[in-house]
């Protein structure tokens, strides 16, 4: 596959539900999103499959979701695996960069803990350890804004498909359907991140990106990412030969 269809085929996304699309687009917030430190013992059983768990690797999974009209959008975006337990060591910091103009209190984002295990036939089975909900709006549809210092997310047995069912009602806290995974939980900082609307026109809409991902039109530059800095370097052209500026758009 040429290198111009795969990255073509990574930015391929779910589009928002179509009552969402009717509505004039807002001006789009643009978020940083770092998911820091998981930990929890009850992440590494499954209920019923405790065997399976031997030998997997680990992964965390973010998606976008629409709680109004139950309904997933954007595309899931995937840490690497690691073959480490969640609860015995933590993921590294990953960092996440995205902008929405579904500015709605019911759009969120999704954290997956996902264990990957072999079958016998030396397939791949995806099991989901628990997922937790992020609110990215507040109640005036404007971005949360969430404090610099590390927020902790309460996760839920079970699948995020459960968000799917017809019974589901928000808030999270009142829905009967959803079980808290005691003492288990992801630290995250979520913040405003003004400096990627200089790449609105580069970045599509809805499609979660981490700092390494390879973006055309833009340069990575050296930072410290769990930081929630911008590691692009914006890329210009006027009639001329494409200009790769090399300094980095940092927040302080």
């Not at 596959?1 to 928002?16: G, K, N």
């Not at 295990?117 to 549809?141: A, N, R, Y």
């Not at 404007?142 to 995020?160: C, I, N, S």
């Not at 050296?222 to 927040?251: N, R």
Request: hydrophobic content about 40%; overall charge positive.
């Amino acid at each position: 596959m040429a290198e111009w269809e795969r990255v073509f085929r990574q930015s391929l996304a779910v589009p928002p539900h179509a009552r969402r699309r009717r509505v004039p687009a807002a001006h789009p917030a643009a978020f940083c999103c770092v998911l820091k430190h998981l930990e929890g013992a009850a992440l590494a059983q499954v209920p019923g499959e405790p065997s399976l768990i031997v030998g997997a690797e680990y992964q965390l999974r973010l998606s976008l979701f629409d709680a109004t009209y139950h309904h997933f959008f954007g595309r899931t975006w995937r840490t690497t695996t690691s073959s480490a337990r969640p609860f015995l060591s933590p993921f590294p910091p990953q960092t996440i960069y995205f902008h929405t103009s579904l500015n709605h209190p019911g759009i969120a984002a999704v954290v997956e803990v996902v264990a990957t295990t072999k079958k016998g036939d030396g397939s791949s089975q995806h099991l989901s350890c628990g997922f937790g909900v992020i609110p990215l709006f507040g109640s005036g549809s404007e971005a949360k804004d969430q404090a610099t210092k590390d927020r902790v997310l309460k996760l839920y047995h079970g699948t995020p498909r459960a968000l799917l069912h017809p019974r589901f009602q928000e808030p999270m806290e009142k829905n009967k359907y959803l079980t808290v995974m005691e003492k288990s939980h992801l630290q995250y900082t979520l913040k405003p991140h003004q400096p990627l609307e200089t790449i609105f026109h580069l970045l599509p809409e809805n499609l979660l990106v981490s700092g390494v991902q390879n973006i055309p039109g833009l340069l990575p530059v050296c930072g410290d990412m769990s930081k929630g800095s911008f590691p692009f370097s914006a890329a210009f052209g006027s009639g001329a030969p494409v200009v790769l500026v090399t300094s980095p758009l940092a927040t302080v």
